[in-house]
Each structure stands twice: as C-alpha cells, then as structure tokens.
C-alpha cells in the first residue's frame, strides 16, 4: 500500500473529468488499497481518485466512528434521489475551509461495482448520503466550493494560495530567518 499525495485547490488536476473504468483489475484493487489508506491517513470520511491525479471513476468512503467500515464505488451512479439537506462540509482538498451547502439530496440509491467488480446498489441518508454526492461531483471534476458565491470561493483561493507560498517544503535547508 502507498499513501498518495492529495491535489489542493485550485490546482486545475481536480477539474479533469474522470473516465469509467473498463474492468476491476489488480491495478484498480490497488488503487483502491492506495486510495483507503490515503483517506485514514488524512482522516477524511472519503476520498475520490480525482484527489490522488488518478483520472477513474474510483471513490472510497468510511463515516463510520470507528473508522472500520471502508466501502469501495467503481463507476458510481447515482439512480433514485429524494429531498434536499443542509451539511456542513469539508474537503481534503480545500484544507482547513468549512461552509454549509443545501446543494445534496437527503437520500439517494447508488448503483456501483465493488473492488471484486461485482455490481452492488446502496441507499444511503445522512452522512454517507452527502459524502458519496461530494465524492461523485470530484470525479466530475467539481469542488464543494464551486456551490458557495464567487466571493467566498476567491477568498478561499487567495487563503490557500497564500498558505501554499509560505509553507515549508519537507527537506528543505534550513535558513536563518531574513530579519537576523
Ligand atoms: O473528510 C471529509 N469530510 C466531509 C465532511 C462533510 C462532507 C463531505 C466530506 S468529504 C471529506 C473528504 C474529502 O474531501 N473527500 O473528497
Ligand atoms: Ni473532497
């Protein structure tokens, strides 16, 4: 298993529209495999294969507490929507940035293909529910953020631009700070 690096907004890898995958092999099993330890590793409930530069209708969710209830969507669908809800939502790939969306549906039924490539259908509410929409809309190369005004997402953008600038890179050589 590999953990991968996660694409950060606004970087434009996470508008490619991800391609249906052909058929469940091994290199599939282990982007999976890739995929969930990425996700417990960044303690994120989901992770879709967008986020890791893997341009595949892969996406893997775990909204369970106690973090043992991994659950693996090739080529997803969404086939039956009911209601609207409001969810605070968060995204791996928009570190630290937090809004409320009413952009999900309640309840929906998901038609996928699991790591043995087997189809399955799924009806899920609450959490789930919204974590499997924002994870499909990556795949589709949409952001949570995409939902807020264009004011907040400029903000965002400024905000995790700016950080991205001063953050340290790992190995890099030690300098003495410009004001000694
Ligand atoms: O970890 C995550 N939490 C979350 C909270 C509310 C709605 C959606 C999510 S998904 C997010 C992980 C992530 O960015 N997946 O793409
Ligand atoms: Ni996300």
Do not use: W
Request: proline share 6%; hydrophobic share 40%; with cysteine.
């Amino acid at each position: 298993m590999a953990k991968l690096t996660i694409l950060e907004y606004p970087d434009p890898r996470l508008r490619t529209k991800a391609q249906p995958v052909e058929a469940v092999d091994d290199s599939v099993r282990r982007l999976v495999e890739d995929l969930l330890e990425t996700m417990y590793e960044a303690k994120g409930v989901g992770l879709a294969a967008t986020q890791v530069n893997v341009h595949q209708r892969v996406l893997v969710t775990d909204v369970s507490a106690d973090r043992t209830d991994p659950r693996v969507f090739v080529n997803p669908q969404i086939i039956e929507r009911e209601g609207s809800t409001e969810a605070e939502e968060g995204c791996l790939s928009v570190p630290g940035i937090f809004d409320t969306l009413r952009a999900r549906s309640e309840k929906i039924r998901v038609r996928a293909l699991d790591r043995a490539g087997v189809p399955f259908e799924l009806e899920a509410d609450g959490l789930l529910a919204v974590c499997i929409q924002h994870e499909i809309d990556h795949l589709d190369g949409k952001l949570f953020v995409d939902y807020l005004s264009e004011l907040k997402r400029n903000r965002i953008r400024k905000k995790l631009e700016k950080e991205r600038r001063d953050r340290v890179p790992v190995g890099a050589t030690p300098t003495r700070s410009p004001v000694l």
